[in-house]
């Protein structure tokens, strides 16, 4: 089964400082992947995700992730932190069969310091 | 266009009861996904709807139901609530059942058993 690991429960950066979010994936063929944002209170939202096409992968709000097949990561980078970056960030996984049906991490809360 | 909507906001239910949330998918898209997040963990993907019939589950017991009507909108169903079933039940809908399709999220529905 497709597993989906998120290095650090908790990053606190500091604002204008790079965002590292780090995510490893299971997967025996290419997967789909996913990064989602959750503020408090509402629904996850959409960053960016990897549909095997290029494996630099621009999103919303400046995010931008690089897919490494040989690391089976797919990190999550911000060059530069805003305060309305603070929230908790999700990586997720296609399960095996393209059903449509995603794995998800444990999720990373991102602090972001004045 | 209203995203995707889930009723009620809030729900609190005591042991041994039965509850039923609703969503309301994205305008233009067939297919719903239901998920639980637990207090600080990831989604877990309950199961899936497409032309009004489930058609992946993921690893939950049968007390967990669900339904998809013809205007595409869903309910999800859960009998004989237990402690463990308090959680933020998400509805996600999107254009079709492939992976490779966006899945957009609502605000959840927050379910307290006591």
């Known amino acids: 089964a497709q597993s989906v690991t998120q290095l650090g429960s908790h990053v606190s950066v500091s604002e204008g400082a790079l965002v590292l979010l780090r995510c490893n994936y299971s997967s025996s063929v290419p997967p789909y992947l996913f990064w989602y944002v959750q503020y408090p209170n509402q629904g996850l939202q959409l960053l960016l995700k990897y549909t095997s096409a290029a494996t630099l992968v621009k999103g919303i709000n400046g995010f931008e992730a690089e897919f490494k097949k040989s690391e089976t990561s797919f990190h999550l980078t911000k060059p530069s932190a805003h305060m309305s970056d603070a929230a908790e960030y999700f990586c997720a996984v296609s399960d095996s069969g393209n059903t449509g049906k995603l794995i998800f991490g444990q999720g990373t809360t991102l602090q972001v310091k004045p | 266009d209203a995203g995707v909507t889930q009723s009620p906001t809030h729900l609190i239910k005591t042991r041994g009861q039965q509850v039923t949330l609703r969503c309301s998918p994205k305008?233009?898209?067939?297919?719903v996904s239901w998920y639980q997040q637990a207090l600080g963990q990831g989604p877990q993907f309950i199961f899936q709807y497409y032309e009004e019939e489930e058609r992946q589950r993921g690893n939950f017991p049968d007390r967990f139901s669900g339904h998809q009507f013809p205007n595409y909108s869903s309910e999800l169903n859960v009998n004989a609530l237990l402690l463990g079933d308090s959680a933020l039940y998400l509805c996600?809908?999107?254009?079709?059942?492939?992976?490779?399709?966006?899945?957009?999220f609502g605000p959840g529905t927050r379910l307290t058993v006591t």
């Open positions: 996600a809908s999107s254009l079709g059942q492939l992976s490779a399709y966006e899945q957009y």
């Open positions: 305008s233009g898209h067939d297919t």
